[in-house]
């Protein structure tokens, strides 16, 4: 008997049914042992407490395009999981617990960067954990790509879209939030996808003179509207200079619901322009998950139920198709900053034969680029460099800065200059 637990961990997004659905489709498929399949409900809660459903394969059928998670989620934040609950459960001891009173083989944990630290914890507690990168931020270290994003893109997208009709009959600037508070990942594909002229993310403090220059610019020479695409966690040059704490100090002593009432305020102010704001909010990680994310999902959940049944465990599944092998010159010359945090890559053997129902074994047009990470935490840049020497220019190419600065600077047709994105 394989006896596996399942839970789905943080904010919710549309993929995370479809990736459990990878997991338990290849599992039954691929499995020499029965399976007996354990959905904690609501997260680590579900763990922490005891709350579980045991499943059947037909839980998992028909779940592909519902978006949310069958089993519900909550937010355990990893920075308190040695401060006991509020009835005094202490949390680790309690998942411990769990995990073993079910006697379970292996713990499947959908989850963003915090989960994830928590699903390290608990492999450093004896417990085989494999970690599979949720989020439709896409900011989990170790991966290109998180399941969720693509279907948000697509929402936010669609947002920007719609607002042109109007914004554009009405002659108005408008303002939309984009989900993001510390990575401005949606914002920027969602700006770019939907030709917002302006993007403004927590990556880049933004200079307000040059979004105000950009509108005047865009009425001066005969535009009717602006698009001004701005993450939840957009920063001004201003802001970025003060300490965190003046930084949070000001953010609680803020009157308007976010930053982009303030940011519609004053570009009506200097500009004159009927100025609106628009925030999709939540309808970001709602709905049903695109193609894209539906493929990646999958990919996701195979790729872990196959290391399960190999006895790896310890892992984040990942995709990591660009920087896993070679520094060209031409990448070199991007140097730093580069890609992603990379803890010693590793291949996963490749697919055997398929059969017509492709989940056994998986087709390998259903295998992500397979890498999967140490659940450990990102390097520090003084290691990075360090494995960088010893791995040599031909040798894997370890890095620590955020990637998107790369993306920017490759995107054609923008410039970017104090913070801005804008249509070069
Ligand atoms: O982490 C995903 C995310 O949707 C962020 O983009 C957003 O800032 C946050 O969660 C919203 O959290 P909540 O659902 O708790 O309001």
Redo the contacts with the bound molecule.
């Keep these: 008997m394989l006896r596996i637990g399942l839970l789905t961990s943080?904010?919710d997004c549309q993929a995370l049914n479809a990736t459990m659905r990878g997991i338990v489709k290849t599992l039954m498929t691929n499995s020499e042992e029965p399976i007996e399949i354990y959905g904690f409900e609501d997260g680590y809660q579900g763990l922490i407490y005891s709350r579980f459903r045991v499943m059947s394969p037909a839980d998992f059928s028909g779940i592909l395009t519902r978006g949310g998670t069958i089993l519900g989620t909550s937010r355990t934040p990893f920075k308190r999981l040695d401060v006991p609950e509020a009835d005094g459960v202490e949390k680790v001891p309690a998942m411990v617990h769990t995990y073993h009173k079910l006697q379970l083989d292996c713990l499947f944990m959908l989850g963003?960067n915090g989960s994830t630290k928590t699903a390290n914890r608990l492999r450093e507690e004896g417990l085989n954990v494999i970690a599979l990168p949720k989020?439709?931020?896409n900011d989990t270290w170790g991966t290109e790509l998180t399941f969720g994003f693509t279907s948000a893109i697509d929402v936010a997208t669609k947002c920007i879209d719609d607002i042109h009709t109007t914004a554009s009959s009405h002659g108005r600037v408008f303002v939309i939030e984009i989900?993001?508070?510390k990575v401005g990942w949606i914002p920027l594909y969602a700006g770019v996808a939907g030709g917002a002229d302006v993007i403004l993310i927590p990556e880049i403090p933004y200079d307000m003179d040059n979004v105000i220059k950009t509108i005047e610019h865009r009425m001066e020479t005969g535009s009717r509207f602006t698009i001004v695409a701005v993450a939840?966690g957009a920063i001004s040059k201003e802001d970025a200079a003060l300490s965190k704490k003046e930084y949070k100090k000001k953010l609680a002593e803020r009157t308007s619901p976010s930053i982009v009432y303030d940011i519609a305020k004053e570009i009506e102010a200097k500009t004159g322009r009927e100025t609106r704001v628009a925030i999709p909010g939540?309808t970001q990680?709602g709905g049903q998950p695109d193609a894209q994310d539906r493929i990646f999902a999958t990919q996701c959940g195979v790729e872990a139920a196959l290391g399960c049944l190999r006895g790896e465990f310890g892992y984040m599944i990942a995709r990591c198709a660009t920087y896993r092998s070679r520094r060209s010159p031409a990448s070199s010359s991007m140097s730093t900053p580069r890609a992603t945090w990379c803890a010693r890559p590793r291949r996963w053997a490749s697919a055997s034969a398929t059969n017509s129902l492709g989940w056994n074994p998986p087709h390998r047009a259903l295998r992500p680029r397979p890498t999967y990470f140490d659940l450990a935490p990102p390097l520090t840049p003084s290691k990075v460099a360090n494995r960088n020497r010893r791995a040599g220019p031909e040798g894997p190419a370890f890095t620590y800065s955020p990637r998107l600065f790369v993306f920017l600077l490759r995107v054609p047709g923008l410039k970017f200059s104090c913070g801005e994105i804008v249509p070069a």
Aim: proline fraction near 0%; charged fraction near 25%.
């Design positions: 943080g904010g963003g989020t439709i931020d989900m993001g508070h939840e939540h990680r």
